[in-house]
């Protein structure tokens, strides 16, 4: 018998380490602890959330909607941009951590007269495109840095000793930061940054003694692994959901995880054995293929697709497989449903990749 979600996010609330750092594939709950922590945190609706805890999760996107006709990147009314934007003048940090992991030709241009951001190439000799829309994946990633400004701001906020010295004191009691998967799109190198900027502000933090507590979850193996080599003394774990519905947060001792594939394997083949086969699968088959074609020395994975299946046929798997995995990426909690053909593709690609390559029988 595991825990409930509420009874974890107790656990992280007492516990006395400074880094929690946490695995869990998406679709496992790890939006949902957020919101348990928060709410763990600021049990009272009057309280500012901000006084305790600074949170970046899926919901924290629902601060920006796209205005299509404006094509520009909306702000709803909220403390934190006014703060950071308004008051604090960040927007150049912002656009210069944006263009870190994206590209130094995509220019945010902030308005704030009507709390919108619209965005252009720059092509130099001062020609700049008219405004474009950004990807999910750059727009993720905008949000992100607009949260890791603030992040950098606040710590060097808390770093100055004397109260009345600092320019807010919105932040002075700030104990806890949780941040739920930060990278989307990345590409590897960008994504180590993202991990090892983010390792370096907490270690700043920690070294300060600013007495603030963190915890990150991410669902990326390679992100988890570049953090867990970069906090020896954190407290890392694995989030698993039980049979019963409940939760364990078993202790990782080493960078890695799991061995990556058996366990997407195994995972896959729970889910059709259980006929609870969801987008987020698609997401777990595309890595699956993608880890063994690396571990065999095959240059695509899609070299891994049913052989008896000519070469029209495997195009067709591999742009379905695309499309859906690319869908299900970005669904806050990753519980989207397949229609039966879908399934049934689902089921036909893994039964023969899994007789194909011969894994562990008397794995599950």
Do not use: C
């Amino acid at each position: 018998m595991g825990k409930s979600l509420e009874d974890i996010a107790k656990e992280l609330k007492e516990s006395d380490k400074k880094v929690h750092l946490i695995y869990a594939f998406n679709g496992t709950g790890k939006t949902r602890l957020s919101k348990a922590f928060i709410k763990l945190v600021t049990p009272d609706e009057d309280e500012l959330t901000r006084q305790k805890i600074l949170y970046y999760n899926a919901f924290t996107e629902d601060l920006f909607y796209w205005d299509n006709e404006a094509i520009a990147l909306k702000i709803w009314n909220n403390y934190f941009m006014d703060w950071i934007l308004i008051e604090q003048g960040q927007d150049g940090n912002i656009i210069r951590n944006f263009q870190q992991y994206t590209n130094d030709k995509l220019m945010p241009n902030f308005h704030f007269e009507d709390r919108s951001v619209t965005f252009s190439i720059e092509r130099g000799n001062d020609e700049t495109t008219e405004s474009i829309k950004l990807s999910k994946g750059e727009e993720s990633n905008f949000i992100w840095s607009i949260f890791y400004t603030l992040l950098e701001l606040v710590i060097s906020e808390l770093k100055i000793p004397e109260l009345d010295e600092r320019s807010t004191s919105d932040f002075n009691q700030l104990k806890y930061v949780f941040i739920d998967d930060p990278v989307s799109s990345l590409d590897d190198n960008h994504l180590i940054e993202v991990a090892s900027n983010l390792a370096s502000l907490i270690k700043e933090s920690n070294k300060e003694k600013l007495g603030l507590q963190f915890i990150i979850t991410t669902h990326n193996p390679l992100f988890y692994n570049v953090l867990h080599n970069e906090f020896g003394n954190a407290k890392k774990a694995r989030l698993e959901k039980l049979e019963d519905g409940t939760y364990e947060l078993r202790a990782q001792r080493n960078d890695s995880p799991f061995s990556y594939h058996m366990f997407l394997r195994n995972e896959l083949r729970t889910a059709i054995n259980e006929n609870r086969i969801q987008k987020y699968h698609f997401n777990f088959l595309r890595n699956l293929f993608e880890k063994t074609a690396t571990f065999l020395g095959y240059m695509d994975w899609k070299d891994l697709l049913p052989r008896e299946a000519d070469e029209e046929t495997k195009l067709s798997y591999a742009k379905r497989i695309l499309d859906i995995s690319s869908h299900s990426q970005y669904s806050g909690e990753e519980v989207s449903s397949l229609n039966p053909r879908e399934k049934q593709m689902l089921i036909y690609l893994f039964e023969s990749f899994d007789n194909t390559y011969h894994f562990n029988k008397e794995r599950p």
